[in-house]
């Protein structure tokens, strides 16, 4: 079965590091663009960053530009989620997600194929 894993996630002071990672198992990655999102209590769903396999590009939120990086590990089949100078109001589960190549569809989440449980990311003020 099709899966995506998230791990990483934790209880940090405001301006630390995370790295968050997306490992897949039974799926094709290079089949799909893979797409972090993030969700606070109370808030919707909301995209993070995202990184294709064929021209490994990158798009980011306006909110975590400069900040938030997307690396990725063919050779393991993860994709990472590097977060630095963390704030308060990064707290959130963070989710990875498979899905299409196209463009615009980055911001569609019911264009997504798959989606892990999510790790909780916790910043302290």
């Known amino acids: 079965q099709s899966q995506l894993v998230e791990s990483g996630g934790g209880f940090v002071q405001a301006g630390g590091s995370l790295r968050l990672s997306c490992a897949a198992s039974?799926?094709?990655?290079?089949?799909?663009?893979i797409s972090w999102f993030r969700q606070a209590p109370g808030a919707e769903r909301e995209f993070v960053a995202r990184i294709t396999w064929s021209d490994r590009n990158t798009l980011h939120a306006d909110s975590v530009k400069g900040r938030f990086t997307i690396p990725r590990d063919n050779a393991k089949n993860t994709v990472y989620l590097q977060i630095n100078r963390l704030k308060h109001e990064d707290t959130a589960v963070y989710l990875c997600?498979?899905?299409?190549?196209?463009?615009?569809?980055?911001?569609?989440?019911?264009?997504?194929?798959?989606w892990g449980q999510g790790t909780q990311v916790t910043v302290s003020s």
């Open positions: 997600a498979a899905g299409p190549h196209t463009y615009g569809l980055t911001y569609s989440m019911g264009a997504y194929d798959y």
């Open positions: 039974a799926l094709t990655f290079s089949a799909y663009a």
